[in-house]
T-cell receptor
């Protein structure tokens, strides 16, 4: 089992729709969680951190469920520019290394 | 722009050859991490350098080696190239070890093709 797992997609979603991704992690000692965005053939960029109480940044909402060991990302009112691969990142287990999921590809269609 | 620059952007090598990839970190950052990203996969941690010393290593063989210089720029060296080494190599800089903030600033990567 991979340490961080994501549905690879692609998710094909019409513009304006709401879309949600989940990411599961295997190490219960994991401490910090993040969502990164990666455009095609570009480098990853931090989208948002994920806090225990959940957090929102504009159209984006991130949540953490420690009991079930998953994090989620919700995108509301999706835009064409949201098309990208969304990578889940987990830190923890004592070595402070970032463990990356393989990413979920999102395609927003007009 | 992140201020992290990598060179070369693209290169082609043959099996058995050696390659050196270079990275200039963002001003003020003393930590550099290297990642390998195969097509359709997330980045895989190779190693991290903090103040010129290796500060953590992923599951990569010894033929992957690195350096960090006094100005915090860094090199990744790969010896005896194999076909599976074909990937995008990403350099990321941060101001502290990544465990503190999780925010890494990536360069645009060096795309290596091994034939």
């Amino acid at each position: 089992r991979k340490e961080v797992e994501q549905d690879p997609g692609p998710f094909n979603v019409p513009e304006g729709a709401t879309v949600a991704f989940n990411c599961t992690y295997s190490n219960s000692a994991s401490q910090s969680f993040f969502w990164y965005r990666q455009d095609c053939r570009k480098e990853p960029k931090l989208l948002m951190s994920v806090y225990s109480s959940g957090n929102e940044d504009g159209r984006f909402t991130a949540q953490l469920n420690r009991a079930s060991q998953y994090i989620s990302l919700l995108i509301r009112d999706s835009k064409l520019s949201d098309s990208a691969t969304y990578l889940c990142v987990v830190i923890g287990g004592g070595n402070y290394q970032l463990i990356w999921g393989a990413g979920t590809k999102l395609i927003i269609k007009p | 722009e992140t201020g992290v620059t990598q060179s070369p952007t693209h290169l082609i090598k043959t099996r058995g050859q050696q390659v050196t990839l270079r990275c200039s970190s963002q001003s003020g950052h003393n930590t550099v991490s290297w990642y390998q990203q195969a097509l359709g996969q997330g980045p895989q941690f190779i190693f991290q350098y903090y103040r010129e010393e290796e500060n953590g290593r992923g599951n990569f063989p010894p033929r992957f080696s690195g350096l960090q210089f006094p100005n915090y720029s860094s090199e990744l060296n790969v010896n005896a190239l194999e076909l599976d080494d074909s990937a995008l190599y990403l350099c990321a800089s941060s101001s502290r070890t990544s465990g503190d903030t999780g925010e890494l600033f990536f360069g645009e990567g060096s795309r290596l093709t091994v034939l």
